[in-house]
């Protein structure tokens, strides 16, 4: 860490370092911003697609291909970063991700577009790492308490103008714009990180562990296979899911078998001897499961029972966004400047908790403020747990795994999104076309029997009767997949009371000194001076 902040130095003069790295954060925001923004955009622009290159079929595979891609790289690229050095390993994932966007907006047919957005997907792998991994380098974790609001605010940007910013382009400039629009946006932080970011230069000797990068890269794909088609395009218990099941727990379990025997292995299976970067990865996982979940189904209540436009899906959120943005900055401050940080996710595991509680007791006399007012509680608790479990975990091992440390949170959220959206998606659709069958009869089951999402165009072709029971159907849907999410947040409650406040490296000569605690294996000898 020292090396790193002596190598800034070195190259851009001590006085012009803050400036340095704050060319170097927005870099990293637009490069995280890059990653995120790309499915809501595409999302909105999807119809037109299908529209020009036909394929319907094959829909599902332009989301599929690149949340594939983008889970089974994303260790990759936090290790390949600790191997041989985190701004090379960076550069490349810019670079493959918008040489993606470029071959995806030249798409010809869906066949092309699926495996452009596979390449795109690779890239998008390597930029929520590298923005990750390239902070944890540059400030030290007291410091980068400040900075949360930031990343809070880049992730609230996308949500909310995802799909504002998908069908502006659409409209007026094509669909394929929406695949261009990255390029721009890609060069600026390309250009910024090769000029001023400086960090020391790594050439491992060791091997890639291509084994285990098979194997972990086959568990991965089966097990998001399966989340996203059980349910959907086979049932559950189907012979094809069974298969993929059995195919990732053997591959995973091979995997971390094989871990412990490789020379450099791909996950280092001793960052989890650390209670809390243990702790962090599950309080991850229940966060991206509750997330995406929430962000999944609040739109589609909101527009299904409230009226509400689906032009403005983003802004429905806005009461969630806006309140995890805040709290995310005040506990960012709050750890900047005490260095004590366990009350939140605490703190936030028990918000949630309570927030997806009320959100489970809407019905069809909620009112639009009384929702927000639900959402803002959720948004209040993802606020506390979303920067603070990487702080943690980062905060947790050594400089040496700082790449695969945050690689594997950010996998961990990966993984907990893909099971939020099949399993409470499949609570949700069992429960409305049970209601639909109960209230409707066999009007009610031939208007779900093909999907239990239903758009506002045929929504309103729909009798008033039918259509009435449709909104007590999305109701009681809801309700399920929000109870649901309110026990799986329990379960970060819990797990957040065991975390062990170890005092954040870079805080000054009494954390400078602190010797690395035996469980969390934080080595706590070199922090970095000098940031902004």
Known sequence: MAETAQADTGEAGAGKQPRSVRVVLLALMIAMMLAMLDNMIIGTAMPTIVGELGGLEHLSWVVTAYTLATAASTPLWGKLGDMYGRKGSFMTSIVIFLAGSALSGMAQDMGQLIGFRAVQGLGAGGLMVGVMAIIGDLIPPRERGKYQGMMAGVM????????????????????????????????????????????????????????????????????????????????????????????????????????????????????????????????????????????????????????????????????????????????????????????????????????????????????????????????????????????????????????????????????GSSFGVAIMGALFNHRVQDVMAERAGALGSKVTESSAQLDAASLAKLPEAAREAYQHAVSSGTHGAFLLGAAVAVLALVVSVFVKEVPLKGAGPQAADAPADGEDGASAKTPVTGAV
């Open 156 to 415: 609230a940007l996308a949500m909310i103008g995802g799909p504002l910013v998908g069908g502006t382009i659409t409209d007026h400039w094509g669909w394929r714009w929406s695949f261009y629009i990255n390029l721009p946006l890609g060069a600026i932080a390309l250009v910024a990180v090769s000029a001023v970011l400086h960090l020391p230069k790594k050439r491992s000797q060791a091997r890639i562990d291509y084994l285990g990068a098979a194997l972990l890269t086959v568990g991965i794909t089966a097990i998001v296979l399966v989340t996203t088609w059980g349910g959907t395009e086979y049932a559950w218990t189907s012979a094809r899911i069974m298969e993929l099941t059995g195919i990732g727990v053997a591959a995973l379990v091979g995997f971390v078998f094989w871990q412990t025997r490789a020379a450099e292995p791909i996950v280092p299976l001793h960052i989890f001897r650390s209670r809390n970067f243990t702790l962090m990865s599950v309080i991850g996982f229940i966060v991206g499961f509750v997330m995406f979940g929430a962000t999944l189904f609040l739109p589609l209540y909101q527009q299904s029972v409230q009226g509400a436009s689906a032009t403005n899906s983003g802004l429905l959120l806005l009461p969630m966004l806006g309140a995890m943005l805040v709290t995310s900055m005040v506990a960012g401050r709050v750890t900047t400047n005490t260095g004590r940080y366990k009350i939140f996710p605490v703190l936030g595991g028990a918000l949630m908790t309570v927030g997806l509680f009320l959100l489970s007791t809407m019905d069809t006399d909620t009112t639009r403020f009384t929702s927000g007012l639900y959402m803002a509680v959720v948004g209040l608790g993802m606020g506390c747990l979303m920067q603070i479990t990487m702080l943690v975990a980062q905060n947790s091992v050594e400089m040496k795994d700082m790449g695969v440390a945050s690689s594997s949170t950010t996998l961990f959220r990966t993984l």
